[in-house]
């Protein structure tokens, strides 16, 4: 009873600081449901609605301590359900085989692969003789062939290799199917033929991406070459016109958040519009006697906000932005305080209602984590007082230590979903993000403003000298030795847990929110000992790693190199695939290594399965292709790696993507397909 006592005390002390924790708990909700390896039937749903009525009439009923723990669990649940009705919303067919063909569709995006070639996504698709029922909504294509000019709206036709969205390259990995699943696309491929415009561009329903891709047009003829791809991509979300090797050097300085269209820039573009109206406005006596200048203010940096969010695409991360921003100018509007832990919930709360998918993308972690970071800390020093020192060094000190903070916030975000770490990236973003705020977005808006009247191209050029600062800073601090720090991937719990010990020690009230320190140490301590898998094979059976003293040694120098960079990336080795493949020792045509008593062996062609004999106990047998053994072996063909996915071997341990993954609604069917034979 004492313990009851001392928990429900607790709580009461809490109150008037519990709201911060309902994203929290709604965010707990989806990330159950997502952990799932089943389908939950829809008796669940009823079930989970009855405890949310029951604990809403708990909650009325009990003490206000024990009521803020019942709307806590109806908030967990309220998160499984939207999550679950999002999933059936979106769901569209996926293609279950592999189609070579003719494709056809309307052009809805643009953009660029990892390879550096145009992509297109697409919608409106005819495939073959594929019928509508079983049609993918959207597809996306690399075009590696002679590109014409690809306009949004235009309707083309080519001919293409499609499969369905892949699934984890390995047992635990990022699943892509998931990912596409909430897109509804339902295929990705390429073509290395010719693309041909069969239909002339029609702005029904891409009116906003046909605008977007003529600003980004525009922008890049009076700014050319990369700094032109920069401007239109921090203006449009458009990154077709950036080359993979400045994105790399982005990525490496740690300041790639300065293309995405998020919260940096939604920040910037609102306080610049605010601040510039509030001013101007303030300037002239009539207006600021008798008009609320501070709302009308607000009510511009709204507007500009929407434009913005328009002409970007709407992508996730700008909606996160918009939502946030639309949040803290709301409260100006109703005489609130706009910069707040109450404000960043009620964003949180708003896009994870929205799109509870989002829960599991990097950006909405690390822009969440990053603005519960800043707002906690200077929060605090607002309450103890000022920053310390002159006046004339207070504005780098805030830089500075807001930098430091956004940094630790988001570092082990980053680093679990990309494994590298960037060593000079503070130094960096002091660099940049002040040329960003005081340059890059001011002269961006007075270039729109200028734009009707044709006299945008000055202000175009002054955000081209800050955007050529950027890229500069960009290459030298990448260029720096030791610039890059690989991190293997952690255990899939180390993330939850050095979250929940952060939002502990940001959102509890009192000396007891620092034990929330010691689930940050722990999750770092398990990270450090979590072991990474000894063997890895793809699910096509084409690349097979195995851990050994010098790092993975892969079993082909060429091919699978997507699969090859993941495992490399979460192994956190920095090797290209390549170097890793020479570590494989003796390589033949048929691959062999001893591993725990066994012998891999891995056949990736006709010719060696054709010249390989029978097989024993002690072998385990990869192959890409066909085959017919005989023997005991292990065998690992084509036809059960479509039913394993990827696989994970560890001593006696075999773990499969499709264990992991389950039986989800974006999960492939393994029954088989006709056309698949």
Same mark, same amino acid.
């Given at each position: 009873?004492?313990?009851?006592?001392?928990?429900?005390?607790?709580?009461?002390?809490?109150?008037?600081?519990?709201?911060?924790?309902?994203?929290?708990?709604?965010?707990?909700?989806?990330?159950?449901?997502?952990?799932?390896?089943?389908?939950?039937?829809?008796?669940?749903?009823?079930?989970?609605?009855?405890?949310?009525?029951?604990?809403?009439?708990?909650?009325?009923?009990?003490?206000?301590?024990?009521?803020?723990?019942?709307?806590?669990?109806?908030?967990?649940?309220?998160?499984?359900?939207?999550?679950?009705?999002?999933?059936?919303?979106?769901?569209?067919?996926?293609?279950?085989?592999?189609?070579?063909?003719?494709?056809?569709?309307?052009?809805?995006?643009?953009?660029?692969?990892?390879?550096?070639?145009?992509?297109?996504?697409?919608?409106?698709?005819?495939?073959?003789?594929?019928?509508?029922?079983?049609?993918? *909504?959207?597809?996306?294509?690399?075009?590696?062939?002679?590109?014409?000019?690809?306009?949004?709206?235009?309707?083309?036709?080519?001919?293409?290799?499609?499969?369905?969205?892949?699934?984890?390259?390995?047992?635990?990995?990022?699943?892509?199917?998931?990912?596409?699943?909430?897109?509804?696309?339902?295929?990705?491929?390429?073509?290395?033929?010719?693309?041909?415009?069969?239909?002339?561009?029609?702005?029904?329903?891409?009116?906003?991406?046909?605008?977007?891709?003529?600003?980004?047009?525009?922008?890049?003829?009076?700014?050319?070459?990369?700094?032109?791809?920069?401007?239109?991509?921090?203006?449009?979300?458009?990154?077709?016109?950036?080359?993979?090797?400045?994105?790399?050097?982005?990525?490496?300085?740690?300041?790639?958040?300065?293309?995405?269209?998020?919260?940096?820039?939604?920040?910037?573009?609102?306080?610049?519009?605010?601040?510039?109206?509030?001013?101007?406005?303030?300037?002239?006596?009539?207006?600021?006697?008798?008009?609320?200048?501070?709302?009308?203010?607000?009510?511009?940096?709204?507007?500009?906000?929407?434009?913005?969010?328009?002409?970007?695409?709407?992508?996730?991360?700008?909606?996160?932005?918009?939502?946030?921003?639309?949040?803290?100018?709301?409260?100006?509007?109703?005489?609130?305080?706009?910069?707040?832990?109450?404000?960043?919930?009620?964003?949180?709360?708003?896009?994870?209602?929205?799109?509870?998918?989002?829960?599991?993308?990097?950006?909405?972690?690390?822009?969440?984590?990053?603005?519960?970071?800043?707002?906690?800390?200077?929060?605090?020093?607002?309450?103890?007082?000022?920053?310390?020192?002159?006046?004339?060094?207070?504005?780098?000190?805030?830089?500075?230590?807001?930098?430091?903070?956004?940094?630790?916030?988001?570092?082990?975000?980053?680093?679990?979903?990309?494994?590298?770490?960037?060593?000079?990236?503070?130094?960096?973003?002091?660099?940049?993000?002040?040329?960003?705020?005081?340059?890059?977005?001011?002269?961006?808006?007075?270039?729109?403003?200028?734009?009707?009247?044709?006299?945008?191209?000055?202000?175009?050029?002054?955000?081209?000298?800050?955007?050529?600062?950027?890229?500069?800073?960009?290459?030298?601090?990448?260029?720096?030795?030791?610039?890059?720090?690989?991190?293997?991937?952690?255990?899939?719990?180390?993330?939850?847990?050095?979250?929940?010990?952060?939002?502990?020690?940001?959102?509890?009230?009192?000396?007891?929110?620092?034990?929330?320190?010691?689930?940050?140490?722990?999750?770092?301590?398990?990270?450090?000992?979590?072991?990474?898998?000894?063997?890895?094979?793809?699910?096509?059976?084409?690349?097979?790693?195995?851990?050994?003293?010098?790092?993975?040694?892969?079993?082909?120098?060429?091919?699978?190199?997507?699969?090859?960079?993941?495992?490399?990336?979460?192994?956190?080795?920095?090797?290209?695939?390549?170097?890793?493949?020479?570590?494989?020792?003796?390589?033949?045509?048929?691959?062999?290594?001893?591993?725990?008593?066994?012998?891999?062996?891995?056949?990736?062609?006709?010719?060696?399965?054709?010249?390989?004999?029978?097989?024993?106990?002690?072998?385990?047998?990869?192959?890409?292709?066909?085959?017919?053994?005989?023997?005991?072996?292990?065998?690992?063909?084509?036809?059960?790696?479509?039913?394993?996915?990827?696989?994970?071997?560890?001593?006696?341990?075999?773990?499969?993507?499709?264990?992991?993954?389950?039986?989800?609604?974006?999960?492939?069917?393994?029954?088989?397909?006709?056309?698949? *034979?």
């Amino acid at each position: 009873m004492r313990v009851l006592a001392r928990v429900e005390a607790a709580l009461l002390n809490q109150t008037g600081y519990l709201f911060p924790w309902s994203p929290v708990c709604l965010a707990m909700g989806i990330g159950l449901y997502f952990s799932l390896r089943f389908e939950p039937a829809w008796q669940v749903y009823v079930c989970l609605g009855a405890v949310v009525l029951a604990a809403w009439g708990l909650a009325r009923k009990a003490r206000s301590g024990w009521a803020s723990l019942a709307i806590g669990g109806a908030l967990i649940a309220v998160g499984f359900i939207l999550a679950g009705i999002r999933a059936h919303t979106v769901a569209e067919p996926v293609l279950s085989w592999r189609y070579y063909g003719p494709v056809e569709g309307r052009v809805v995006a643009i953009d660029r692969s990892a390879s550096d070639a145009l992509r297109v996504t697409l919608d409106r698709v005819r495939i073959g003789d594929v019928p509508k029922d079983r049609r993918p *909504q959207r597809v996306r294509l690399s075009l590696h062939g002679p590109v014409a000019q690809i306009e949004p709206g235009q309707r083309i036709m080519t001919t293409g290799h499609l499969s369905p969205p892949q699934g984890p390259v390995e047992p635990g990995g990022f699943d892509f199917r998931r990912h596409a699943w909430f897109q509804s696309l339902g295929a990705v491929g390429y073509t290395r033929v010719p693309v041909l415009t069969i239909a002339a561009a029609n702005p029904e329903g891409v009116q906003i991406t046909a605008w977007r891709m003529a600003i980004s047009g525009h922008v890049r003829s009076i700014l050319p070459g990369e700094v032109g791809g920069f401007a239109a991509a921090v203006t449009t979300g458009d990154r077709s016109g950036m080359g993979q090797s400045t994105l790399e050097s982005l990525r490496a300085s740690n300041l790639a958040h300065l293309l995405a269209i998020s919260g940096l820039h939604m920040g910037l573009l609102t306080g610049f519009v605010y601040l510039a109206l509030r001013i101007g406005l303030s300037a002239v006596p009539v207006l600021a006697l008798r008009w609320p200048v501070r709302k009308l203010a607000a009510i511009g940096a709204l507007i500009a906000a929407t434009v913005y969010l328009m002409l970007s695409g709407g992508s996730v991360a700008t909606e996160r932005a918009f939502v946030m921003a639309s949040v803290m100018l709301g409260a100006v509007l109703i005489d609130r305080r706009a910069i707040s832990l109450r404000a960043v919930a009620v964003a949180a709360l708003i896009v994870l209602i929205l799109r509870p998918e989002s829960l599991l993308i990097p950006g909405f972690q690390m822009s969440f984590a990053a603005t519960t970071a800043l707002v906690a800390v200077f929060g605090q020093l607002r309450d103890v007082g000022q920053l310390p020192g002159p006046k004339w060094l207070k504005p780098v000190a805030g830089l500075f230590l807001s930098s430091a903070i956004a940094g630790l916030a988001t570092a082990p975000i980053g680093a679990a979903h990309f494994n590298t770490m960037s060593h000079y990236g503070l130094v960096a973003n002091m660099l940049s993000v002040p040329v960003m705020g005081m340059v890059v977005v001011p002269a961006a808006v007075v270039a729109a403003l200028l734009a009707p009247f044709g006299l945008d191209s000055l202000a175009l050029g002054v955000m081209g000298l800050g955007l050529e600062w950027i890229l500069l800073v960009s290459e030298r601090v990448s260029g720096l030795e030791g610039a890059v720090g690989h991190v293997a991937s952690p255990p899939g719990y180390v993330l939850p847990l050095c979250a929940c010990g952060a939002l502990w020690i940001a959102l509890w009230q009192g000396r007891s929110r620092w034990l929330g320190v010691s689930a940050v140490a722990a999750a770092f301590l398990l990270w450090g000992q979590g072991q990474r898998p000894e063997v890895l094979i793809a699910d096509s059976g084409g690349l097979v790693g195995v851990m050994t003293d010098q790092g993975r040694a892969l079993s082909k120098e060429k091919g699978s190199g997507f699969i090859a960079t993941v495992w490399l990336e979460n192994d956190g080795d920095g090797v290209g695939q390549p170097n890793a493949a020479a570590r494989w020792p003796e390589p033949s045509a048929i691959q062999r290594y001893s591993w725990r008593g066994k012998e891999l062996i891995h056949l990736t062609g006709k010719r060696a399965a054709s010249g390989f004999g029978d097989c024993t106990s002690n072998q385990i047998v990869i192959a890409a292709v066909e085959v017919d053994l005989k023997g005991d072996c292990d065998l690992y063909d084509p036809a059960r790696l479509l039913q394993t996915g990827s696989l994970a071997l560890s001593g006696s341990k075999v773990m499969t993507s499709r264990k992991i993954v389950g039986d989800r609604l974006w999960s492939p069917k393994t029954r088989g397909d006709k056309r698949a *034979q």
